[in-house]
């Protein structure tokens, strides 16, 4: 599946087509300086990248990602509009859907959730250099005239462009937390899953979601929210006979796949099926309500399906636990 901007037209260029040098491994950060999503599902990169789809100045990330979402913008293979400064041709970026003011207010929670996709982004970055013999990008900050000698490492927007920014965080009032980023970086390279368990508020947006969009599903984003959905549109399909899904006609078990395999580091899926077995007399009452097939009918659908989550879940990890 291609890039956000791939797949999405932009209203204008937003990328070098060909790089007129090599990668080094140097990654640059930054925050979007959008404001952040607050309420609900975070849908933060979501609307970002739509901006930046439809914007008619030149500005872009190769990945861009919030407290659920790692949203891949344009192909590495291009270099993106993301620093004016001269990394663009070079380096890779990865920008935070969010204001540098908000590392020190939002929740440990949150920040933790921020930093997480930005790690999911980043081994996906490090994927790419690996599988076309580019440098790696060593886990350590280094400085604009590092990274102008070819030096492997993070370094940050601001401290590359000093006069104009300041993202993701270089002023004492709003610190980037880089020791923390770098702390999920290496559990998402180690394939350590989020033990975050699920949540009172994500229970009830499942049982809502069961009984109010039986048949629903999202491809847009990663993390968290898609897995919830993805599993959702997944189990709908199924219980209902339909194959396709109606967001950009994949089979909903090639759909399933997908979210699966680009998000195995994101969330523990074993979680998300002990969430929904919570959910399914909710499920089971709400499709008997509308006709066809008894609540115990539906309830060993459910499971069946759930059962498939499970199968894909292995094949993807490569385990049996």
């Known amino acids: 599946m291609g890039a956000y901007l791939t797949t999405r037209k932009p209203v204008r260029d937003q990328w070098y087509a060909k790089r007129n ?127 102008d000698a070819g030096m492997s490492g993070f370094t940050y927007h601001g401290l590359r462009d000093p006069g104009r920014r300041t993202d993701p965080g270089t002023t004492p009032a709003a610190p980037f937390p880089f020791a923390e980023f770098i702390a999920e970086c290496r559990a998402v390279l180690a394939g350590e899953e989020d033990d975050m368990p699920l949540s009172d508020e994500d229970i009830r947006r499942i049982k809502h979601a069961v009984a109010e969009a039986p048949i629903g599903g999202t491809a847009i984003g990663g993390g968290k929210d898609v897995m919830l959905w993805t599993l959702l549109g997944a189990m709908s399909h199924k219980l209902l006979g339909q194959h396709k899904d109606r967001t950009d006609g994949k089979h909903s078990d090639d759909l399933l796949g997908f979210v699966l395999e680009n998000n195995k580091h994101a969330w523990a899926t074993r979680q998300a099926v002990a969430g929904m077995q919570a959910a399914i007399d909710t499920l089971a009452t709400a499709a008997a309500a509308g006709g066809g097939a008894s609540a115990e009918e539906l309830k060993a659908a459910v499971r069946e399906a759930m059962a498939d989550v499970v199968k894909v879940e292995v094949s993807v990890r490569g385990d049996n636990t």
């Open 21 to 147: 040098r090599p990668l080094t491994g140097c990654t640059v950060l930054h925050t979007s300086e959008s404001v952040m999503d607050t309420v609900g599902p975070d849908t933060g990169a979501e609307s970002v990248a739509e901006f930046i789809r439809t914007r008619t100045t030149p500005g872009s990330y190769h990945d861009l990602v919030d407290s659920d979402s790692a949203i891949h913008l344009v192909e590495y293979v291009h270099g993106a509009y993301h620093d004016g400064t001269g990394s663009n041709n070079w380096a890779l970026s990865i920008a935070f859907a969010c204001r540098t003011s908000d590392w020190r207010t939002m929740s440990a929670a949150k920040r933790k959730a921020f930093l997480r996709q930005g790690a999911i982004a980043f081994k996906r970055q490090q994927d790419y250099r690996r599988s076309v013999g580019a440098p790696l990008t060593e886990l350590r900050l280094i400085t604009k005239a590092q990274s």
